[in-house]
């Protein structure tokens, strides 16, 4: 399924926070923003997530504008890993991924023996299966990121939103998560810290300045020592290994 | 275990309701042998037995006060301890009750209003207990009303307009009770602020109770909203479901539960914070299974705690109220204290 966002504008009062940012997310991409603190990389997520609405464009789902989606059926579309805190209550790990199921479900549907199986599969997938009674507050970041991913997964849907996926993992989790959203075969969009990250495994990148788009296109051409002094202000050096780009951070 | 829980929880939990309220008929201030108490019930139920069972004293304590009160004692019970729940989840906040937001106030004004000033007449025997509804069910809507001013009803709105008119409401009814020179009628206020099932009769069962465990099934049915809004609007959108109107939905039918039983019984303290968090500690926050047994657990407590009203003073009734709180309070020290269990701060 292809995203795709036209001249997204957000404003909060006066304040322009996104200034007309286009983007394309053809079925089966994994698109990377990345962008310094306050670029608009979440703003932006966030609008094709629906917890914000633009104060102009749009968001499409091929060619389907995402608001004339019903919040569950968008649901079903777009599965959504982010920072979220609990606010005091607690649930159980595979409780937690059973609401995954949530927007497949009508009120008076039971969670059946095919929903189980799914809540299983994702937890494996995410090598959280050992804590599946384990309860939610008592994990670590790391491993309530990972149930998150989990609880993405079983939403089954054709597109995957992550807002900086990666916060609170170690290096080892955040390559395997990269890698495990990668084979899911999703269209994905992914807000990325970590420009390493973001080159090895993005097929596409959006550098995101100061609320507009700075430039676009695979990693290797976009990755260039002019442009990340310009956007993020400091001095890198670039490896290049055939396709393979390694940035190299300077003082 | 979730398939447990149901098999096995609800039904025993469903028995002991049934027993209890079948032992505690026979207790009270009159003793009456067990024979006779479940004669009289079985003739008024299923018309078993000689027709003289329908008349006499014996009949009237059993069928015409004990057994409306135990009833009333269930659907109160229900009403409270789910809508704690459904409160807890709608401001995502662990220390919500039924009342938090403003619905004491507002029946409190509506009962200052009927008993000083003498409003509500018009609504006859009842008139404290209808305006106290009334008092709760405008104020449930003004809550949601206040909070959608400059942008929709967020759960920290909601808790900032309840505490809000919760406050203008308590100052109205203080400025009336302070006017007031009628010691008496204070009084009745007073005891109303306690709580009683003293008044419960068939009639106010047929409409109270009904409509207590239609909202009860309702909110059981609506157990992945009730999950979801736990994890807050973002993640719950992003599941597919957006939290604003569920909300406002479900604080409307809480205040209607609320409020028949503040209509029914007064204020009983308590029950709606205690039984949500005793239940969570041992069942976990999934209200599939919360809901239920929340409810259930509640209409138990209820019916014991009104027992005990009955019979812990020779000759006299304490007010449910003092006694939910002189049990509850300590309970929810309890709780405090234990540190497994750190209300999430």
């Known amino acids: ?251 | 275990m979730k398939k447990r829980i149901n098999t096995i929880v609800l039904p025993v939990l469903v028995l002991v309701l049934g027993l209890s309220i079948l032992l505690a008929v026979t207790i009270g201030s009159v003793q009456i042998p067990f024979t006779d108490v479940y004669k009289v019930i079985l003739y008024e139920l299923f018309g078993i037995g000689s027709a003289e069972l329908a008349t006499g004293a014996v009949h009237d304590v059993v069928w015409l006060i004990r057994l409306p009160r135990l009833v009333l004692a269930v659907g109160v019970g229900m009403a409270l301890s789910i809508s704690g729940v459904v409160m807890q989840s709608i401001v995502r906040n662990p220390l919500a009750d039924p009342y938090i937001l403003g619905v004491s106030s507002g029946s409190y004004l509506g009962a200052v209003l009927a008993l000083l000033l003498g409003l509500g007449k018009m609504f006859g025997g009842n008139a404290v207990g209808v305006m106290a509804f009334i008092g709760a069910f405008i104020i449930s809507l003004a809550v949601v009303a206040l909070s959608n001013v400059g942008g929709k009803a967020s759960a920290v709105k909601l808790l900032l307009a309840g505490t809000a008119l919760s406050a203008v409401c308590s100052a109205f009814s203080n400025f009336i009770v302070y006017r007031a020179n009628d010691s008496n009628r204070i009084q009745i206020l007073v005891n109303w602020t306690m709580g009683s099932l003293g008044a419960a009769k068939w009639n106010i069962n047929a409409v109270v109770v009904p409509i207590v465990f239609v909202c009860a099934i309702f909110f059981w049915s609506q157990f992945r909203t009730l999950n979801l809004m736990l994890l807050g609007d973002e993640a719950a959108i992003s599941l597919g479901v957006d939290l604003y109107t569920r909300r406002i939905l479900y604080l409307l039918v809480s205040a209607l539960m609320v409020g028949l039983s503040v209509y029914s019984a007064g204020m009983i303290g308590f029950v709606g914070l205690i039984i949500p968090h005793a239940i969570r500690m041992i069942f976990g926050s999934d209200h599939r299974t919360l809901v239920p047994i929340c409810a259930l657990t509640g209409s138990i407590f209820l019916v014991w705690a009104d027992v005990l009203c009955r019979v812990i003073i020779r000759g006299a009734e304490l007010p449910i109220g003092i006694l939910t709180s002189m049990i509850g309070a300590p309970i929810f020290v309890y709780l405090m204290a234990r540190r497994k269990y750190s209300f999430g701060v």
């Open chain 1, 1 to 251: 399924m292809e995203i795709s966002a036209e001249n997204i504008q957000v404003q909060f009062d006066k304040k322009e926070i996104l200034k007309g940012v286009d983007l394309v997310a053809r079925s089966g991409r994994f698109i990377g923003v990345v962008g310094p603190n306050g670029s608009g990389k979440s703003t932006l997520l966030k609008c094709i997530y629906r917890v914000l609405k633009p104060t102009k464009g749009a968001i499409y789902l091929d060619d389907v504008a995402l608001r004339n989606y019903s919040a569950k059926e968008a649901a079903k579309k777009i599965a959504v890993v982010a920072q979220h805190n609990l606010a005091g209550f607690d649930f159980t790990v595979q409780e937690m991924v059973l609401m995954g199921r949530a927007p497949h479900k009508n009120a008076l549907d039971r969670d059946n023996a095919h929903d189980y199986q799914i809540v299983d599969d994702a937890l494996k997938t995410t090598g959280m299966e050992a804590f599946k009674e384990r309860s939610f507050s008592s994990l670590s970041g790391g491993e309530q990121q990972r149930v998150i991913l989990a609880r993405a997964l079983a939403q089954q849907t054709p597109c995957l939103i992550l807002d900086e996926p990666t916060n609170h993992l170690d290096i080892r989790y955040q390559l395997q998560l990269m890698r495990i959203v990668k084979e899911s075969g999703c269209t994905i969009i992914s807000a990325i810290h970590d420009l390493n990250i973001a080159a090895r495994y993005c097929d596409e990148i959006y550098v995101l300045s100061k609320g507009c788009i700075r430039a676009h296109g695979a990693p290797h051409s976009v990755f260039t020592k002019e442009l990340i002094n310009e956007v993020f202000g400091v001095k890198a050096t670039l490896l290049r290994e055939q396709d393979e780009i390694f940035i190299v951070f300077r003082e």
